[in-house]
């Protein structure tokens, strides 16, 4: 059966805009990285280079979603497992304040609280990681790589041993070493001058082959209707609430209707309904 391609249905200049886009992006861009992350050898190189090991990779999930018991929920950029059940999240933050050392503490935590049973003795808590990649020398000292773990001060720092681990990669870093030539990888759009083949070959798959490129023009046009909707739902939302006042200050120049009755009808909150008094009688 012959495949049916998005990008062939498209209007010319609408395909012609994709294209370029996906010929300029970079694994520092969201859309991009989340695509070439799924496979489970580039995120299996990606560990190996920032943590100076040897490991495999069992699972990987990228744009992981976990909620918290407020039911607020964060998305993990990669999210993955090694045959050691060590788990691992991965966000690629271009703007400083992605990677902000709070982050880190409520990604590690959320990952804890999800990674093992009700019922289930701690020592079943596994290693955990949270690894921020970043644009820009965020930590500030010169550093490749940042390494943040717990310690006693009591006791000459040493290691607190919780097995929670905090790693910065600084992205300014582009130099002759194992992580510098990953960060140039990163900030590449040119596969053929990429350093690791893995992930070459990776973006090459999606930039220039036509099931690569046709699954990267469904995740635009996606992003693209997710946005019309958003912006459909907040105009909507805007002139809803612009009726509601409308109606409000109707109700109170007639003067005879309570001021709590009026926040109820209109759906607006009582110092809303308030303040449009205080304006009226102004």
Partial sequence: ?????????????????YLDRI???????????????????????????????????????????????????????????????????????????????????YNSALMDANSILPGD???????????????????????PVYTIERTVRQKNNVSFEDHSHIIYVNGECRDSSAIGKLMQDFFCTDPAKMN??????RAKFFKEDKEGANNMCKIMEELRDKTAAEVTKKVTSEVTAERNRE????????????????????????????????????
């Avoid at 059966?1 to 805009?17: F, N, S």
């Fill in 1 to 17: 059966m012959h495949e049916e391609y998005i990008m062939d249905k498209l209007p010319p200049e609408v395909r012609a805009d």
């Fill in 23 to 105: 010929h300029r992006f970079v694994l520092m861009d969201d859309t991009f990285m989340a695509k070439v992350f799924e496979d489970k050898k580039c995120v299996e190189l990606l560990l190996k280079i920032i943590l100076e090991k040897d490991l495999t990779v069992e699972k990987v999930v990228s744009q992981y979603s976990i909620k918290n018991l407020q039911g607020r929920s964060i998305r993990l950029d990669i999210y993955a497992v090694d045959s050691n059940n060590k788990y691992y999240n991965i966000e690629v933050q271009r703007d400083n304040g992605g990677a902000a050392p709070k982050r880190a503490r």
């Fill in 121 to 143: 003795d701690w020592d079943k808590l596994p290693d955990n990681y949270v690894i921020f990649i970043t644009q820009n020398d965020v930590l500030g000292g010169g550093a």
């Fill in 196 to 201: 690791y083949n893995i992930l070459a070959e």
């Fill in 247 to 282: 109606i409000a200050l109707r109700l109170i120049q007639l003067g005879s209707v309570p001021l709590e009755q009026i926040a109820e009808a209109t759906g607006l909150t009582l110092d809303e309904v308030k303040k449009l008094a205080e304006k009226h009688t102004a």
